[in-house]
């Protein structure tokens, strides 16, 4: 794991955005950092009565003192989500200091940003600052059904007709399709959602022929396609079973027994932590954004921090060679 400078952070106030989708603004040590739209922290909580932390997209346009984040509640995720709606004003955390892998670019002639359910987090400050830009660019927001709109009037006061809700309870279900191809030539669209989403997205663009670097996106962590389950993990080379809880990743359970393992970005994105599947009794749920369709769908390969299994036992070879401690 990168070495992060942490600060003290106070919750300052906690807002519900929808029945499930809770703001929590949080005041660091010494104010808050500058930061470009789409950046994200992590924030050290404990979980389980174990230290972890999770990420989480920053909301926004930078502000001097505070930080503004959303987090979903997800009843069957690791256990972040639960602990985070728990805090409550005056509350410490710990908070590292703001990064990007997901920063809009200037200068394109079309822009298209898509969101999913929470995933606005992120595309809220991109679009506040393609606005002040004045550049040509939409916002379609999707959700089942209105209630989980979050932020829907901050989005009507700052951004007028710029936005529009694709709501599926109302009969008007996001048509990633349509709305891709109605990108100008040379426009880029940036997208936040699940998994679904975003594989849906990359379908659709390569079937247009569009360039792949002009399609950005990011994923949720927690997100998959299946439930997350318990399972087990197996070390061949090494001699170890490892038992994956639902509230931990691959990578947790591995350094938890000891089980020597690379990562940088612990959010699917960087593809530094991804171990060799030699086989497995169920399904992989990947939720990363590094793997292609292709590799993902060869089942060879998994990024260890966020990708699991469908319950199970797998066995991976973590690239490591040297003496195991356990050995």
Not at 13 to 24: G, K, L, Y
Not at 182 to 187: C, D, H, T
Request: hydrophobic share 40%; proline share 6%.
């Amino acid at each position: 794991m990168t070495s992060l400078p942490w600060t003290k952070a106070v919750v300052v106030s906690i807002t519900d955005a929808t029945p499930s989708i809770r703001e929590i603004v949080l005041r660091p040590e010494g104010g808050a950092q500058d930061f470009l739209p789409g950046s994200y922290v992590d924030v050290r909580l404990e979980v389980g009565m174990q230290p972890e932390q999770r990420s989480y997209s920053l909301v926004g346009l930078a502000q001097k003192t505070d930080y503004r984040i959303a987090v979903k509640r997800e009843a069957d995720g690791r256990g972040g989500s639960i602990a985070m709606h728990q805090l409550a004003p005056g509350d410490i955390v710990e908070v590292s200091e703001p990064r990007s892998n997901f920063t809009v670019s200037f200068g394109r002639p079309d822009y298209l940003l898509v969101a999913g359910g929470v995933g606005i987090t992120p595309i809220i400050g991109m679009a506040l600052a393609l606005k002040q830009s004045g550049a040509q660019f939409r916002l379609i927001y999707a959700a089942r059904d209105a209630a989980e709109l979050a932020f829907k009037d901050e989005l009507d006061a700052a951004l007028g007709s710029a936005w529009q809700p694709a709501v599926s309870a109302e009969g008007a279900r996001l048509d990633l399709g349509a709305v891709l191809n109605s990108v100008a030539p040379g426009g880029e669209v940036y997208i936040c959602g699940p998994m679904r989403m975003l594989n849906e997205a990359q379908q659709e663009w390569r079937r247009l022929n569009r360039s792949p670097e002009l399609l950005r996106f990011e994923n949720f962590a927690s997100s998959g396609n299946f439930p997350t389950l318990p399972f087990q993990v197996e070390v061949p080379q090494l001699d170890v079973l490892v038992e994956v809880g639902a509230a931990e990743s691959v990578l947790d359970a591995m350094r938890r027994a000891g089980v020597p393992m690379m990562s940088s970005c612990e959010r699917g994105e960087c593809g530094l932590c991804i171990v060799s599947v030699l086989d497995a009794s169920s399904t992989i749920d990947h939720r990363d954004v590094f793997l292609s369709q292709a590799e993902k769908a060869e089942g060879t390969k998994m990024c260890a921090c966020v990708s699991r299994a469908v319950g199970g036992t797998i066995s991976i070879d973590n690239g490591f060679r040297e003496t195991h401690p356990l050995l």
